[in-house]
């Protein structure tokens, strides 16, 4: 079965600072993985996708992730955060084929931006 | 393009008694999927629909239930509630089944 780490439960920045959360996954199979994210009262949002192609994954407000297959990661990162982007963050992995294709999720972690 | 809905927001039961959650999913979306986000214990999935038939369920036991509809709208069935299954309950649907899904905001279950 399929498993996703998350190493931080909560990370505190200043605006400007430099943002990397881990995500490990352990699954044998060709994967798909996501980041998600949860803003304060607001619904899950698809932050970036890797399906295949390019490890290096671009996705909405200036974050990105980087697959590196031989180490099972899935990181994301934002060379400078922003107030807005305090909110609680997910990585999540689906097998590529068979017949799970539900995510499954990692505990998530907690950015609080300070102003 | 309204996202995918969830009804009630909230819904409070006392234990032994039945729930019924609802989602729509995104029009033209075929998936569906249950997660239940308990406090502390993060994210697990319950159930998958697609074209109406239940393709895959998690570690839940079998008083979960539920089912998609022609529409492909679906319901989530919980029987004799115990205060554990208090959580809050997404789901999500997705155009196919190997495509990025998108949630829901959610039927808080609170058991009192």
């Known amino acids: 079965a399929q498993s996703v780490s998350q190493h931080n439960h909560h990370v505190i920045l200043s605006e400007a600072a430099s943002l990397e959360l881990g995500c490990n996954y352990s699954y044998g199979g060709t994967v798909n993985l996501f980041w998600y994210v949860q803003y304060p009262g607001q619904h899950l949002q698809l932050l970036l996708k890797y399906f295949s192609g390019d490890p290096l994954v671009k996705g909405i407000k200036g974050f990105e992730a980087e697959f590196i297959k031989s180490k099972f990661s899935f990181n994301l990162r934002k060379p400078s955060v922003q107030w807005s982007d305090t909110a609680e963050y997910f990585c999540?992995?689906?097998?590529?084929?068979?017949?799970?294709?539900?995510?499954?999720f990692g505990s998530g972690t907690q950015l609080t931006v300070l102003p | 393009e309204a996202g995918v809905t969830q009804s009630p927001t909230h819904l409070i039961k006392t234990r032994g008694q039945q729930a019924t959650l609802r989602c729509s999913p995104i029009?033209?979306?075929?998936?569906v999927y249950w997660y239940q986000q308990a406090l502390g214990l993060g994210l697990q999935f319950l159930l998958w629909y697609d074209e109406g038939e239940e393709r895959n369920r998690g570690n839940f036991p079998p008083r979960f239930s539920g089912r998609q509809f022609p529409n492909y709208s679906s319901e989530l069935n919980v029987n004799a509630l115990e205060l554990e299954d208090s959580a809050l309950y997404l789901c999500?649907?997705?155009?196919?089944?190997?495509?990025?899904?998108?949630f829901g905001d959610g039927t808080r279950l609170s058991i009192l």
């Open positions: 999540a992995v689906t097998a590529y084929s068979g017949s799970a294709r539900q995510l499954t």
């Open positions: 029009s033209g979306h075929t998936s």
């Open positions: 999500a649907s997705s155009p196919g089944s190997n495509q990025p899904q998108h």
